[in-house]
Structures are given as C-alpha cells and as structure tokens.
C-alpha cells in the first residue's frame, strides 16, 4: 500500500467510525486547559482531572496563579507526577500570562513556548483544541501509533520529525483531529506492551499488524 493510499485509509476510518473526537481533559477556558496540559506531562488525563476539580475552584484565572506561592499551591498539585516542577511552573505560567499577555492565553506556538512549563507539544495541543490551529502534538501515543501503521517512518526518531511527517500529509482541516484520533486509538487499543490487535479495526493497513500478525494472533489464542 502506498503513503498516500495509507493515509486516504486512516481519515476515511475515522472520519466515519470518529467523527467527534476531543481531548479527556476538562476545562472550561483556554487558561484552565494550558494549566491541565501542562499537569498532564507523563500523567494520566484521568488523575489531572480530579486534581483540577479542586484546583481550578482555588486559582480560577491567572492572576490567581500569579499571586500565590509554592506551600499554598503545591497542596493541590502534589498528587501529580512532578508536583515540584509543576507547582514552579504554573506560578512563573501566571505571572508571564499577567505581565506579557494581559492574562490571556496566546494564541501561537511561539508564545506559548515562551511560557515556563510550555513546550512544542503542550503549545500545539492548545492551539489545536482551542483554535483548531492545524498543528499536531506528538505524544507517547501520537509517536507510537503513527509509526506503527506505518504514517511515518520508523526512521522518524523523534517527536518532532513524526510531526513534521504527520503534518505534511494530513490534510490541514483534519490535523487537529487526527491528534485525538491517534491518541485514544493508542490509549485504548493500541497499547504499548500488549496492542489489542484482535479488537482492532485498522489491521487492514497496519505495517506493524502485517509484520507481526502470526505472532500477535498467537499470542492471542494462549492469553
């Protein structure tokens, strides 16, 4: 199967199977999405957002976030992974919101980035979710799925070079779907250790199906 062919294959899937796709964080507001996703970072969605329940009714807005100090937000945040990193970042987050941006959030990668906390990646998930800016995030999920049917290369060794791939050959007013799509294709079937490829339904095009089908259906039938 061609690139394109394989490409034409996964939006067709998921246009049809996945119409409405979204990120598993909730927020009402640019500025309590930033904050999820930058607690998010190698944290399940499922932890942030019980964490945020309480956080976001403590530190509604970033001026919030600005005038407080790390004994009264660490608190809220120390059941997260990294609870000293994050408690850091979201106080120098609010006070660069409120002394750059008039307590908005920006609405570019570039000044995202330029946030404490904020990378590539946490900068292209807000622009694509909020403004449907046609930019990919690459996560562990992103970053396994898309190689394993074969997207990209597996000489595409970092996240970057995946994105670079992905975004170049997904049409633009499908990319900030297609993120969620490859992220809940991987939190819930494609699984790192032990992919449910019996369940499924992108076996026809999958490269790592196709390399590994005697193996896995093997391995399905002893489990």
């Not at 074969?150 to 633009?172: F, N, S």
Request: aromatic share 8%.
């Amino acid at each position: 199967m061609l690139k394109k062919q394989r490409y034409e294959a996964f939006i067709t899937h998921f246009s049809t199977n996945m119409p409405v796709a979204e990120t598993e964080l909730q927020y009402e507001n640019p500025f309590q999405l930033l904050v999820a996703v930058v607690l998010s970072a190698q944290c399940t969605d499922k932890r942030v957002n019980i964490v945020t329940q309480e956080l976001f009714k403590h530190f509604p807005t970033a001026a919030h976030l600005a005038a407080t100090h790390f004994d009264e937000l660490f608190p809220y945040i120390r059941s997260i992974s990294y609870p000293n990193n994050k408690t850091k970042h979201l106080i120098g987050l609010g006070k660069m919101l409120m002394e750059e941006f008039g307590g908005e959030v920006p609405s570019t990668v570039e000044e995202l980035t330029k946030l404490p906390g904020v990378g590539r990646k946490t900068a292209n998930v807000i622009t694509s979710v909020v403004w449907n800016q046609p930019n990919m995030a690459v996560d562990t999920h992103v970053f396994r799925v898309s190689r394993r049917l074969g997207l990209v290369p597996l000489t595409a060794k970092t996240p970057l070079e995946v994105e670079k791939q992905l975004v170049k050959h997904i049409p633009k007013q499908h990319i900030h779907i297609a993120h969620h799509w490859l992220i809940l294709h991987g939190r819930y079937v494609c699984l790192a250790r032990r992919p449910k490829c019996e369940e499924c339904t992108l076996t026809h095009f999958c490269k790592y199906f196709e390399k590994n089908q005697g193996k896995t259906l093997k391995e399905g039938v002893s489990s």
